[in-house]
RNA sequence: GUGGUUGUAGCUCAGUUGGUUAGAGCGCCGGAUUGUGGUUCCGGAGGUCGCCGGUUCGAACCCGGUCUUCCACCCCA
């Protein structure tokens, strides 16, 4: 029976048109990575089961699409294990491998095995997909890409500073509006240990990230809820209500947290980010934002997100500073800043937006009418050439009928067409024809070569 | 992972309380135009109504399961 074709629950194929507007996205931000002097590097799609484990908590490792074995894995795993019908035990006996689920681990990976032959800071992009097994929804997908770039092995908050030079300069590019969110986890972890509760750091971010999503009396609730206590409640009132200028939010929360090591530290370092900000005329808007939370757990500095102003699609680009990423694979003390450009949902936004540009999906200039032997003999030079020229030139494959050639072209959206028959091979001519306006003329090989390279 | 939602022609969608042969628009193919596309006119093809099972004399319609879509939660790009 003829099975209906599909693919798995998540994923995308792209048409030649969705490609040509998703290279348009990768080619500005690959432009602007350059510009600041990052250089590519690419990993496998899978990693050893063992690197991507315990990096992105618990939730982060029920996301991980993993990989059967080889062979015959079932004889190989153990009796009990099997009867007991326990996935998580059984899984480390027949999988091994995964495929990454971001591309900031795999690349600690790469620069803690190759540490020898890279010299530091080392900067990198990096554009591929990333697979998490997610329930899909709007914007979010099991399959999609990002485009990285990050800095390690320098602690400079010059590094934070060039990043969201990047965010504003590809943003620009696409014409996209942006507000670029800052936050810094020492500030976050100086509240925690402000307030007494060092230890809930983690439920305490959590639940004010919600902040403007679910409202203050909600994140209270939940707040008591996961066991902070009612003190430490009203305590972090006064940072929820923050606000006005940036100095001013900072003034106000020292007051609070200056006198925490960590507190300290975090708000010295977003002064100095934001020195470095009003150093330069930037398109975007930056803001700090003390309820910005979200982030992996391994970030130890600033934090990033991006939002598109005109859409709402949750966060387009994000990330942040990650102390001691490498330490877990054995290479301590080196500290990695980095952003994270998330190309399908820019693609989204820019969909919605219709922010691409008709060049975008670049094509065919010109096609050869195909009339048969003699005349494909007499085009296939003048063709030869065109392409010598540097002109995207192609001829139909087969003499079918004209009706036929002209709907393709035209479908194709190819903006000359030139007619070759007995009469133009004659005069030694070529009838070059204007899809656009209708116009036809007859010009020469040579005229014709020097006409479409232009 | 939890709760909800969606699925009918290539696409967007109609389809009466369950009742003959399941429709439209767009697209596609052919013709008017044997050397001219995008406009117009005429004609045509295309469906196991997501899939599996059940109820019924009878199911696109009711019930169960499953897959898919989208949404909320969790979390995140």
Known sequence: MAQKPSIPKGTRDFSPVEMARRNYIF????????????????????????????????????????????????????????????????????????????LTVPFARFVVQYRNDISFPFKRYQIQPVWRADRPQKGRYREFYQCDVDIVGSDSLLNEFELVQIISDVFTHLRVNTVVKINNRKILAGIAEAIGEADRIVDITVAIDKLDKIGLEKVNE?????????????????????????????????????????????????RT????????ELNTEVELDLTLARGLNYYTGAIFEVKAKDVQIGSICGGGRYDDLTGIFGMPGVSGVGVSFGADRIYDVMTQLELFPEEAVASTKLLFVNFGEKEEAFCLPILRRLREAGVNAEIFPEAAKMKKQ????DRKNIAWVVMVGEDEMNQGKVNLKNMKTGDQNLVSPEELVRLLAE
């Open 273 to 280: 980010f934001f020195n470095y900000i009003s150093s330069v």
């Open 406 to 409: 002209m709907t393709w072209a």
């Open 222 to 270: 939940e707040l008591l809820e996961k066991g902070v206590s009612q003190d430490a409640v009203d305590k972090l009132q006064p940072i929820l209500k923050l606000s006005g200028t940036t100095d001013e939010k900072l003034d106000s929360i020292e007051q609070v947290i200056g006198a925490t090591e960590l507190g300290k530290k975090g708000i010295e370092e977003v």
């Open 27 to 102: 080619d500005t931000v690959k432009a602007v990575f350059q510009l600041y002097g990052f250089q590519p590097i690419e990993t496998p799609a899978m990693e050893n089961l063992s690197t991507l484990m315990g990096k992105y908590g618990e939730e982060g490792d029920k996301l991980l699409f993993k990989i059967l074995n080889s062979g015959d894995f079932a004889a190989k795993a153990n009796d009990a294990d099997l009867a007991d019908r326990n996935s998580i035990k059984l899984t480390n006996q027949i999988s091994e491998k995964g495929l990454r689920y971001d």
